[in-house]
């Protein structure tokens, strides 16, 4: 019988925690907050999006920006519907809603981390409370953890499955880079990832509140789209939120060296010349109006002094006067609603965190470390990242199931 150590009992942590204590092994849990999986508790506003009913392997791997490839063997050995099925047969009812989005039947996100606590324990897991501080360990292995206290775990193999530093309020405060940097590995740059954005438009807090539906949007670095998407966001104080900018923020890279930009296309149904035709319909329905009263029907009204602003056209101009070179950059506007992007919102605001310990020195067969023979890593701690939509925690499943498949 092996001694195993898990640090973390988030999603990964608990998933190798069963898995290994399946196979007869001596399981500990190793967790610093007072109830496990804190951020699966908060994850989806509380309802838990927990994977995503993706599957396609092409389709599930397209959905992971950062290092895709990495988890080829993971994902072939527990695929969202191993997920789906692993919950149900625990009494977990599921529901699958827009964007192929699975959610507990209950929408409640407690029946997932209990779920997941329960089958961890039921398999012979120990779960305890403490903060691991650093490993003994002689050049080639970990003979044991310490904790704060000072008190010595002594274990044949541990896994790290701590998670990122997004929400440290849940316990993610960046711990495991520093304990797997301890024993020679190297963390790639640790940057938000599905984050808010920060934008220098002075218009930008005019419109804060302002949700915008079924809008595009083009995501450009140095004058290159990177990214495109189609759906929702949302105007804050500082920026921009909401599920297309979330996901674009994931390919954000070197922010501070680069210009991006983001261009929102606020009526993808219409080409140039079909929305010039609505134009000029609304413009001969309103033409002895002022300019800024004419817009009620195409546009938000927050946002109708905003696009008059930007389009150079006099707010009290009648609309009979307005040229039609003057609608036809209207129009262009319209379509192209260019954001500055300048920051990352604070990395406490953000659903997951880029980088990481390097896939480089893990074996993506087995999770285990090529530098340290009984170390393992799962989870978001390792530099690997996916949009939103459920797809991060099915990293966490399927790295953390084979994890402890192989410890």
Do not use: W
């Amino acid at each position: 019988m092996k001694k195993i150590v898990i640090i973390g009992a988030g999603a990964s942590g608990l998933m190798a925690a069963a898995e290994s204590a399946k196979k007869g092994n001596d399981v500990t849990v190793i967790e610093k907050m007072p109830r496990p999986a804190r951020k699966v508790m908060i994850s989806g506003k509380g309802r838990c999006n927990f994977t995503n009913a993706c599957f396609d392997m092409e389709e599930l791997i397209s959905n992971v920006p950062t290092n895709p490839r990495f988890l080829y063997s993971a994902f072939s050995n527990f695929m969202p519907y191993d997920t789906i099925a692993f919950f149900e047969e625990l009494g977990v009812e599921t529901k699958i809603e827009r964007g192929n989005r699975a959610f507990p039947a209950s929408d409640k996100a407690v029946d997932i981390v209990d779920a997941l606590v329960k089958n961890a324990k039921a398999d012979g897991a120990k779960i305890i409370t403490g903060t691991v501080k650093a490993f003994d360990f002689d050049g080639e292995t970990i003979n044991s953890v310490v904790l704060e206290n000072g008190e010595r775990i002594p274990c044949d193999a541990v896994a790290i499955c701590t998670g990122g530093k997004s929400y440290p309020a849940t316990g993610s405060t960046g711990d495991g880079y520093s304990l797997a940097r301890s024993v020679g590995h190297t963390v790639t740059k640790i940057v938000p990832r599905l984050v808010p954005l920060v934008c220098a438009n002075n218009f930008i807090p005019r419109l804060q509140g302002l949700s915008l539906r079924n809008i595009s949007i083009k995501l450009q670095r140095n004058g290159k789209t990177v990214y495109k998407d189609f759906g929702e966001m949302l105007f804050t104080h500082f920026g921009i939120s909401g599920p297309v900018v979330l996901s674009a923020s994931s390919h954000i890279n070197e922010i501070e060296k680069s210009d991006y930009r983001l261009i929102i296309d606020l009526k993808p149904a219409l080409d140039e010349a079909t929305l010039d035709n609505r134009l000029q319909r609304d413009f001969g329905e309103n033409s002895n109006k002022d300019f800024i009263n004419s817009l009620s029907a195409l546009l938000p009204k927050k946002l109708i002094p905003v696009i008059v602003e930007l389009s150079g056209i006099e707010p009290s101009r009648k609309v009979n006067s307005i040229s039609r070179t003057e609608r036809l950059n209207l129009g262009k506007l319209i379509k192209n609603l260019e954001l500055k992007i300048t920051d990352f919102y604070d990395i406490d605001a953000a659903i997951v965190t880029g980088g990481g310990v390097n896939v480089k020195e893990i074996n993506p067969k087995t999770m285990n470390s090529k530098l340290v023979k009984n170390l393992y890593f799962a989870g978001e701690v390792i530099d690997v990242d996916a949009y939103t939509g459920g797809f991060n925690l099915q990293i966490a499943f399927s790295t953390g199931v084979l994890c402890g498949q192989s410890m």
